[in-house]
């Protein structure tokens, strides 16, 4: 099952971490909630708020380009909590700007909402690369590649850039 961005899904807390929530999502994998996600007060402490096991409300706000899902509580439940004429007072300009452009997706595909599903950027075979992307491509992992053993060995190290 893929995930929607924007859509609100019922998880589990697998785990608590310094910085977030880690949520088993009902069918459709793993994601985390982020410690500023989870409450809209400040969070010093993440298990005043939430207990492994706990089912909660969560809502997709991302998925890089790895696969990682971020979650939101804290929006999940403003969804939930607020009526209409609330939410629109709240000055919000996001949510007008993305009404304009949900109707714009509307009239050009007969009324019917582009769902915000999150696919994996394609990858061209490399017989139809040129030169020029295979070095690109090369000079790109290569430096992904460097930098992380150069986090990797301050750390063992315990030098750290200030």
Not at 136 to 154: G, N
């Amino acid at each position: 099952m893929q995930l929607e961005i924007g859509k609100i899904y019922n998880g589990k807390v697998k785990g608590i971490t310094q910085y977030g929530a880690f949520v088993d999502i009902d069918g459709g994998g793993t994601g985390m909630v982020h410690i500023s996600e989870i409450a809209n007060t400040y969070v010093s402490e993440i298990r005043d708020h939430l207990t492994e096991n706990q089912e909660v409300k969560v809502k997709v706000i991302g998925v890089n380009e790895a696969g990682k899902v971020s979650l939101s509580i804290k929006k999940a439940s403003e969804n939930n909590d607020a009526p209409p004429q609330q939410r629109q007072r709240r000055g919000d300009r996001n949510n007008d700007r993305n009404d304009r452009f949900d109707r714009n997706d509307r009239n050009e595909r007969n009324n019917k909402p582009k769902p915000n599903v999150w696919e994996p950027k394609k990858q061209p075979q490399p017989s139809e690369m040129t030169f020029e992307d295979m070095m690109s491509r090369f000079k790109q992992s290569s430096e992904e590649r460097m930098c992380d053993i150069k986090r990797s060995t301050d750390r063992k190290n315990g030098t750290r850039r200030k």
